[in-house]
């Protein structure tokens, strides 16, 4: 059964960092692409930033320059550090795998795989 469970969410203040943690089980992880969705009140559903499996890496434009995502094969542990946070950046941060046709895909439908998420909260 797969899971994913993510964590290192809270509530910070604009400028500050937060690193999101999502330790995935039940498959061979290195074999997927692994993503960072988030979903704000009221918003669609939109890709963060994705990681596949040969490290190709893609960010959507508004998280650029802040944003990292990495991962660590050994612990099954996807990661999404987030500096200089901006209150636009408050959502619900999901995690999710996926056999992908494309690289490093920022689309959901792509991703099998999701998990329960975790908040984020940036205060002015």
């Known amino acids: 059964q797969v899971q994913l469970v993510e964590s290192g969410g809270g509530s910070v203040q604009a400028g500050g960092s937060l690193r999101l943690s999502c330790v995935a089980s039940?498959?061979?992880?290195?074999?997927?692409?692994m993503g960072w969705f988030r979903q704000a009140p009221g918003k669609e559903r939109e890709g963060v930033a994705a990681?596949?499996?040969?490290?190709?890496?893609s960010y959507a434009d508004s998280v650029k320059g802040r944003f990292t995502i990495s991962q660590d094969n050994a612990k099954n542990t996807l990661y999404l550090q987030m500096n200089s946070l901006k209150p636009e950046d408050t959502a619900m941060y999901y995690c999710?795998?996926?056999?992908?046709?494309?690289?490093?895909?920022?689309?959901?439908?792509?991703?099998?795989?999701w998990g329960q998420g975790t908040q984020v909260t940036v205060s002015s």
């Open positions: 999710a795998a996926g056999v992908v046709v494309v690289t490093a895909t920022l689309e959901g439908p792509e991703y099998n795989y």
């Open positions: 039940g498959y061979t992880y290195s074999s997927y692409c």
């Open positions: 990681i596949d499996s040969d490290g190709s890496t």
